[in-house]
């Protein structure tokens, strides 16, 4: 079954950074196309950022230049690195893995920007 696991998540002051992590196991990682979501209270689940299997990747345009992915196919892992955070950036962010019908997702983990 597969599994993916995020972490890194927490409380930061705006302007502050985080590196969230995704780990996957029991899944050919290195084929899937990994997105990252976030869902904030009272709003639907976006799509913030993505990376396909070969690494090309794609944002939002609120996170642009402030945020980055990137993958480490040899540690099954997916990474957001997220810089000058902001209020509006609070919520739960999701890991998925999707490789034609498969689709995986975590159970999140929270980050809190404090303004």
């Known amino acids: 079954q597969a599994r993916l696991v995020e972490s890194g998540g927490g409380f930061v002051q705006a302007g502050g950074s985080l590196r969230l992590s995704c780990a996957a196991s029991?899944?050919?990682?290195?084929?899937?196309?990994i997105g990252w979501y976030r869902q904030a209270p009272g709003r639907q689940r976006e799509l913030v950022a993505s990376i396909t299997h070969d690494s090309r990747t794609s944002y939002t345009d609120s996170v642009k230049g402030r945020f980055t992915i990137s993958r480490d196919n040899a540690k099954n892992t997916v990474f957001l690195q997220m810089d000058s955070l902001k209020s509006e950036d609070t919520a739960i962010y999701y890991c998925?893995?999707?490789?034609?019908?498969?689709?995986?997702w975590g159970p999140g983990t929270q980050v809190t920007v404090s303004s």
């Open positions: 029991y899944i050919t990682f290195s084929v899937y196309a």
């Open positions: 998925n893995a999707r490789w034609y019908a498969q689709d995986y």
